[in-house]
T-cell receptor, first 117, second 110 residues
């Protein structure tokens, strides 16, 4: 079983739809992250949760809404997205938010590939 | 200037070749440096940390040059399975966040 699992793996949605991405980590970590990976661009950090509390919101548009009900689960709620939001959305976890900055150790899920029509 | 800059490639090399990638970073306060590997349509995975004194892990050698603000990854005796995108990652010394480079794509050919 992989340490970080994401569903769905692929999602196609219209601009008026509402959908959610789900992430679950089985590693006992205290920090979880959402990253966006677009073609030819570096990974962009979107949100960071530490012990279920949001500690980072990187000027992400409000059409992306994260939710962390407990330390093992992370959601990204999507509504009224734009075609330029099409990308691979990666969830990651680490032992703690500060520690990962020093060890560099993030454990990623395989991602949810989103296409907005 | 980008915070972390890499040549996207692709680097096409024959099996057995030695190949090196460089990465430059803009924040002189950065303290920690890493290389990640991302296979096609897969998630990034930590390959190795980069220490001030340089470090080696089998066929992979990572080096840091603080004065010039670049790090490098050297792969010796390339294998087909080394084909992937290699991401340079730098700890932003001011915010503590990990900043990812765009990645360098390596294709090892038979």
């Amino acid at each position: 079983e992989t340490g970080v699992t994401q569903t769905p793996r692929h999602l196609v949605m219209g601009m008026t739809n509402k959908k959610s991405l789900k992430c679950e980590q089985h590693l006992g970590h205290n920090a979880m992250y959402w990253y966006k990976q677009s073609a030819k661009k570096p990974l962009e950090l979107m949100f960071v949760y530490s012990l279920e509390e949001r500690v980072e919101n990187n000027s992400v548009p409000s059409r992306f809404s994260p939710e962390c009900p407990n330390s093992s689960h992370l959601f990204l709620h999507l509504h009224t997205l734009q075609p330029e939001d099409s990308a691979l959305y990666l969830c990651a976890s680490s032992q703690d938010a500060q520690g990962s900055a020093n060890t560099g150790e993030l454990f990623f899920g395989e991602g949810s590939r989103l296409t907005v029509l | 200037r980008k915070e972390v800059e890499q040549d996207p490639g692709p680097f096409n090399v024959p099996e057995g070749a030695t190949v090196a990638f460089n990465c430059t970073y803009s924040n002189s306060a950065s303290q920690s440096f890493f290389w990640y590997r991302q296979d096609c349509r897969k998630e990034p995975k930590l390959l190795m940390s980069v220490y001030s004194s340089g470090n080696e892990d089998g066929r992979f050698t990572a080096q840091l040059n603080r004065a010039s603000q670049y790090i490098s990854l050297l792969i010796r005796d390339s294998k087909l399975s080394d084909s992937a995108t290699y991401l340079c990652v730098v700890n932003d010394g001011n915010t503590g966040k990990l900043i990812f480079g765009q990645g360098t794509t390596l294709q090892v050919k038979p």
